[in-house]
């Protein structure tokens, strides 16, 4: 059982950067693949980026260039850094971990740490 809290979100100005951070408890998210997703008020949570268990990373084109997705294991922590921001990136953003096993599949969910980009 792995119990996600994301935090970092805030108020930043266009062109401003802020890190996000899913710091997990109840058990290692080492051995999880770890995404963040983002979801506006009433549309569909949509996939940013990913991180494998290996450290291999992949990025939604809207977050190519701009954003990095890293994992620190001693810290049980997977971090989004987000840079040149636009108001467009304004929105809910989400921790998942996933990972299979001889039972299935085991998925978890943070709460949501809000980001506003605005002047």
């Known amino acids: 059982q792995v119990q996600l809290v994301e935090s970092g979100g805030g108020l930043v100005q266009p062109g401003g950067s802020l890190r996000l951070s899913c710091t997990a408890s109840?058990?290692?998210?080492?051995?999880?693949?770890v995404a963040w997703y983002r979801q506006a008020p009433g549309k569909q949570r949509d996939l940013v980026a990913t991180?494998?268990?290996?450290?291999?990373?992949n990025y939604a084109d809207s977050a190519k260039g701009r954003f990095t997705i890293s994992r620190d294991n001693a810290k049980n922590t997977v971090y989004l850094q987000m840079n040149s921001l636009k108001p467009s990136d304004s929105t809910v953003y989400f921790c998942?971990?996933?990972?299979?096993?001889?039972?299935?599949?085991?998925?978890?969910w943070g709460q949501g740490t809000q980001v506003t980009v605005s002047s």
């Open positions: 998942n971990a996933a990972r299979t096993t001889f039972r299935g599949i085991d998925q978890y």
């Open positions: 109840g058990s290692s998210l080492s051995a999880y693949t």
């Open positions: 991180i494998t268990t290996g450290g291999t990373t």
